[in-house]
Protein backbone atom coordinates (compact mmCIF):
# COMPACT_ATOMS: atom_id res chain seq x y z
CA UNK A 1 0.00 0.00 0.00
CA UNK A 2 1.42 3.29 -1.16
CA UNK A 3 1.88 5.96 1.92
CA UNK A 4 -0.70 8.42 2.36
CA UNK A 5 -1.66 11.40 0.28
CA UNK A 6 -0.18 14.52 1.84
CA UNK A 7 -2.63 17.65 2.05
CA UNK A 8 -0.85 21.12 2.83
CA UNK A 9 -3.15 23.75 4.68
CA UNK A 10 -2.03 27.12 3.95
CA UNK A 11 -2.72 30.57 5.31
CA UNK A 12 -4.98 29.03 8.43
CA UNK A 13 -6.44 31.52 9.71
CA UNK A 14 -10.25 31.80 8.55
CA UNK A 15 -10.95 28.33 8.01
CA UNK A 16 -8.63 26.12 7.00
CA UNK A 17 -7.26 24.84 10.22
CA UNK A 18 -10.26 23.83 11.53
CA UNK A 19 -10.85 21.31 9.87
CA UNK A 20 -7.81 19.21 9.75
CA UNK A 21 -9.04 16.26 11.91
CA UNK A 22 -11.21 15.50 8.91
CA UNK A 23 -8.73 15.61 6.44
CA UNK A 24 -6.85 12.98 8.65
CA UNK A 25 -9.61 10.96 9.01
CA UNK A 26 -10.02 11.30 5.40
CA UNK A 27 -6.49 9.88 5.03
CA UNK A 28 -4.58 12.65 4.24
CA UNK A 29 -1.25 13.39 5.91
CA UNK A 30 -1.82 17.08 6.88
CA UNK A 31 1.20 19.83 6.54
CA UNK A 32 0.56 23.09 7.66
CA UNK A 33 2.11 26.37 6.45
CA UNK A 34 1.09 29.82 7.61
CA UNK A 35 4.18 31.84 5.23
CA UNK A 36 3.20 31.57 1.17
CA UNK A 37 7.08 31.03 0.69
CA UNK A 38 7.57 28.31 2.76
CA UNK A 39 4.59 26.92 1.07
CA UNK A 40 5.70 27.97 -2.74
CA UNK A 41 8.86 26.21 -1.81
CA UNK A 42 7.04 22.53 -0.23
CA UNK A 43 4.93 22.67 -3.23
CA UNK A 44 8.05 23.28 -5.73
CA UNK A 45 10.49 20.49 -3.91
CA UNK A 46 7.08 18.16 -3.44
CA UNK A 47 3.78 19.11 -4.80
CA UNK A 48 1.14 17.46 -1.79
CA UNK A 49 -2.11 15.03 -3.60
CA UNK A 50 -4.38 18.66 -2.23
CA UNK A 51 -3.76 22.10 -1.23
CA UNK A 52 -6.14 23.50 0.95
CA UNK A 53 -6.21 27.43 1.30
CA UNK A 54 -7.81 30.13 3.12
CA UNK A 55 -8.68 33.38 0.29
CA UNK A 56 -8.71 36.28 0.71
CA UNK A 57 -8.69 40.01 -0.90
CA UNK A 58 -7.18 43.44 0.35
CA UNK A 59 -7.01 46.66 -1.10
CA UNK A 60 -3.81 47.70 -0.02
CA UNK A 61 -2.79 44.54 -2.27
CA UNK A 62 -0.48 46.49 -5.14
CA UNK A 63 0.81 43.84 -7.40
CA UNK A 64 -2.13 41.22 -7.06
CA UNK A 65 -5.78 40.31 -6.54
CA UNK A 66 -5.41 38.39 -3.44
CA UNK A 67 -3.15 36.46 -1.21
CA UNK A 68 -2.72 33.28 -2.80
CA UNK A 69 -1.89 33.72 -6.37
CA UNK A 70 1.86 33.20 -6.14
CA UNK A 71 1.29 30.18 -4.66
CA UNK A 72 -1.36 29.16 -7.49
CA UNK A 73 1.27 30.02 -9.96
CA UNK A 74 3.59 27.81 -8.62
CA UNK A 75 1.54 24.93 -8.22
CA UNK A 76 0.32 25.36 -11.90
CA UNK A 77 2.83 23.16 -12.98
CA UNK A 78 1.63 20.26 -10.78
CA UNK A 79 -1.67 19.01 -12.71
CA UNK A 80 -2.09 16.17 -10.39
CA UNK A 81 -2.23 18.71 -7.26
CA UNK A 82 -5.89 19.49 -6.33
CA UNK A 83 -6.59 23.37 -5.23
CA UNK A 84 -9.81 23.77 -2.94
CA UNK A 85 -9.91 27.47 -1.51
CA UNK A 86 -11.88 28.75 1.33
CA UNK A 87 -13.21 32.12 0.52
CA UNK A 88 -15.90 35.20 2.44
CA UNK A 89 -18.99 35.68 0.13
CA UNK A 90 -17.77 39.54 -0.09
CA UNK A 91 -14.27 38.05 -2.63
CA UNK A 92 -16.58 36.36 -5.28
CA UNK A 93 -16.27 38.95 -7.60
CA UNK A 94 -12.16 38.93 -6.91
CA UNK A 95 -12.20 34.66 -6.60
CA UNK A 96 -13.31 34.93 -10.30
CA UNK A 97 -10.98 36.99 -11.65
CA UNK A 98 -8.29 35.18 -9.85
CA UNK A 99 -9.78 31.50 -11.14
CA UNK A 100 -10.01 32.92 -14.83
CA UNK A 101 -6.35 33.33 -14.70
CA UNK A 102 -4.91 30.65 -12.60
CA UNK A 103 -6.25 27.06 -12.06
CA UNK A 104 -8.37 26.32 -8.45
CA UNK A 105 -10.20 22.72 -8.28
CA UNK A 106 -12.72 24.19 -5.70
CA UNK A 107 -14.19 26.96 -3.97
CA UNK A 108 -15.83 26.88 -0.92
CA UNK A 109 -17.93 29.81 0.25
CA UNK A 110 -17.69 30.16 4.48
CA UNK A 111 -19.56 29.02 6.68
CA UNK A 112 -18.36 25.98 4.91
CA UNK A 113 -20.91 23.42 4.47
CA UNK A 114 -19.22 20.20 6.01
CA UNK A 115 -20.55 17.52 3.66
CA UNK A 116 -19.42 19.38 1.27
CA UNK A 117 -16.13 19.72 1.89
CA UNK A 118 -16.02 16.18 2.56
CA UNK A 119 -17.13 14.78 -0.27
CA UNK A 120 -14.79 17.17 -2.15
CA UNK A 121 -11.89 15.62 -0.48
CA UNK A 122 -12.80 12.27 -1.08
CA UNK A 123 -13.74 12.21 -4.34
CA UNK A 124 -10.58 13.24 -5.37
CA UNK A 125 -8.98 10.67 -2.84
CA UNK A 126 -10.72 8.16 -4.90
CA UNK A 127 -10.07 9.43 -8.09
CA UNK A 128 -6.01 10.56 -7.38
CA UNK A 129 -4.23 9.59 -10.22
CA UNK A 130 -1.94 6.49 -9.71
CA UNK A 131 1.61 6.90 -7.83
CA UNK A 132 4.75 6.08 -9.50
CA UNK A 133 6.70 6.04 -6.48
Known sequence: ???QPSL???NAFI???GYKKMYQDLGYAVVAEWSERKAISLVR???PAVIVADF?????FRDRLSNLESLLAAV????DTRILV?????????LDKVSARLRIDAAVVLPVEEDRLRATLQAWLENAPASTS
Not at 76 to 79: G, Y
Open 76 to 79: QSAP
Open 86 to 94: FYEAAHQAI
Open 8 to 10: LMV
Open 15 to 17: GTA
Open 1 to 3: MSS
Open 56 to 60: YHQTD
Open 45 to 47: KSP
